[in-house]
């Protein structure tokens, strides 16, 4: 039966959370009162992405809204099973999950240097560089580098990744790196002998149900895959095919970019983080030990909102003001999307759009995420809608 595992998630979503998470408030309002029509006009007015979908989980409940259309010159509305590019959210969804897996399994040290599983990870003070750090942005890895222009092939590329200089010495400023997600998808592959892509279907998305969520989608799904964007570099509109040029040199899998997947297999994968967190053991494949580690803040750098792998909210919060600052997690991708879980009102937050359709100079995605996120709660608790705010955050 579809979705059979999500399915039996939904019925235990109400059980009552840790000690340590203070209970949910009572619900007053429908999630999407607010927070649809805004979608709407940021979608259809104010053309903030060709089209976008929200899906929220409260208390196990889903709802979801779609606006726009799927693409640029493809009229069709998306909806709730509609394929998007997650972008940087593979991050979390895939590569940090999979750390949090190894760890339980005592493959991987969060403390250990990276050397000892990715032993061509060489250069100056790169002894010093731990998988915590690189979880938490602080490895003193540059941001970026053009991986697709200076190698022909995977291994090319991770050998560019594994010798470019740090630009800091380990553990003394954070700077949001997809080197070091790319660094720490070898470190998976190698502990466990196993691409990826192959890894993740076999150990999380098969057993959790999740049929929209893969790296690669294949081409019967284009239909309902959004497009992202008129690439230069590819001369085409990308549609099915990762975004992130650095991701497609790498084969179409790593950590940092390359799973596309569906509101409602996210959603499902934030109910089944929210019951690991409330301590849900009897659920299959039972969620990694590990989580509740990964999903804390680390303060490495001092300061740093980062916990591992995941963020946590800060600032101009894509998450908004009003979800918990001390319990909440989420991340963003650069194509539009986003995801936040906030443990105190058993709430999960996805929004899906492709902004970056037909081209990435489209800026103005970055404050619909705030935005949305708190008419979600202030519909639920019949606050007082605030102002839309014009601020961008950043997208990744």
């Not at 003070?125 to 053009?146: E, Q």
């Not at 009102?345 to 935005?371: A, C, E, F, K």
Request: charged share 20%.
């Amino acid at each position: 039966m579809r979705r059979l595992a999500p399915l039996l998630l939904v019925v235990g979503a109400a059980c009552a959370r840790s000690a340590a998470v203070p209970q949910p408030p009572p619900v007053s309002g429908d999630p999407l009162a607010l927070a649809a029509p805004y979608l709407d006009s940021m979608v259809t007015l104010d053309s903030a992405a060709p089209g976008a979908v929200l899906g929220i989980s409260v208390h196990g409940k889903h709802f979801y809204h779609a606006a726009g259309q799927l693409g640029v010159g493809d009229p069709q509305m998306p909806d709730s099973a509609s394929v998007y590019d997650l972008a940087s959210l593979t991050k979390v969804i895939g590569l940090t999950t999979a750390l949090m897996i190894a760890v339980d399994e005592h493959r991987i040290d969060l403390d250990a240097p990276v050397q000892r599983y990715v032993p061509a990870f060489t250069g100056r003070d790169k002894n010093k560089v731990t998988i915590r750090l690189l979880l938490t942005h602080s490895s003193g890895l540059p941001a970026w580098r053009a991986l697709y222009k200076d190698a022909v092939n995977r291994a090319e590329a991770f050998a560019l990744a594994d010798t470019t200089p740090l630009d800091t010495l380990p553990g003394t400023r954070f700077v949001y790196s997809d080197l070091g997600a790319i660094v720490l998808t070898q470190a998976v592959e190698a502990v466990y002998h196993e691409r990826l892509d192959s890894l993740l279907h076999r150990r999380l998305f098969a057993p959790l149900g999740m049929e929209d969520t893969r790296y690669l989608p294949p081409d019967c799904w284009i239909p309902r895959i959004a497009p992202t964007e008129d690439d230069p570099w590819r001369g085409r509109v990308l549609r099915g095919e990762v975004h992130d040029e650095n991701a497609s040199r790498l084969d179409g899998v790593s950590g940092h970019a390359g799973l596309f997947s569906s509101a409602e297999d996210l959603l499902h994968f934030g109910d089944w983080l929210l019951e690991g967190l409330g301590g849900g053991a009897w659920i299959w494949p039972a969620p990694p030990e590990a989580l509740r580690r990964f999903v804390q803040r680390q303060d490495i750098p001092h300061g740093s909102s980062r916990a591992l792998g995941w963020d946590t909210p800060s600032g101009l919060s894509s998450g908004g003001q009003w979800i918990s600052r001390e319990h909440s997690f989420g991340h963003t991708g650069f194509t539009g999307t986003s995801i936040w879980i906030d443990p105190t009102r058993d709430l999960v937050i996805v929004l899906l759009s492709n902004r970056v359709n037909p081209t990435r100079d489209n800026q103005r995605w970055g404050p619909v995420r705030r935005n949305v996120a708190d008419r979600v709660v202030e519909a639920l608790e019949g606050r007082r809608p605030t102002v839309a705010s014009r601020q961008s955050t950043v997208d990744r």
